[in-house]
């Protein structure tokens, strides 16, 4: 059973709203557009808040719906972990378009809230805290993700969860390489 759960994450993962929104209605593949990036940044500089909006509640459902399906069938926290950090590589290399993605934030954030509502407040105030020294929402928002295993630690999960909090997280930093390249770059 627990075999099938993941299939169904990672084909779930796989789901780009991204790209079946920005055709639907906008007729345009967003592949072609902006960054060529599928996911609600890219086509919220493209098609306004909307399209944003849509797109990341699209996403952050995918991962939501994940970690809802683990604990509908009483899989172990570690299980519904691993189930979201597949709906994630789903997300970033989905099978449905040749394995080229967005970056997973959105069903990161989706899955994790859902995993567990504290994760709300840790991100806000990690965000903050960060984004105040860098004013780059990327570094921010990227480093904010850096506590939530601290958390999970602190509130006594199994270590065994927080190491696979710290592989999704990993995930994200590699799906986000080339972008922190440019924003860490000296300015010369």
Known sequence: MIWLYFIFSYLLGSIMFGFLITKIFYRKDIRALG?????ARNAGRLHGKTAFVLIFLGDALKGALVIL???YFHF??????????????????PITLKFKGGKGISTF??????????????IILGFSILYTFKRSFTIAGLGAFLFIPVVLFIKNNDWLS??????IIV???????KNLKERLKPNE
């Open 35 to 39: 960054s060529g990036n599928v996911g």
């Open 69 to 71: 399906a683990a604990r």
């Open 76 to 93: 172990s926290e570690t299980v519904q972990l691993v189930g979201l950090a597949l709906a994630i590589l789903g997300h970033i290399k």
């Open 109 to 122: 954030i989706g899955g994790i809230i859902t995993f567990d509502p504290l994760m709300v407040p840790v």
């Open 162 to 167: 927080c190491i696979i909090a710290v592989g």
């Open 171 to 177: 995930m994200l930093y590699a799906a986000h390489a």
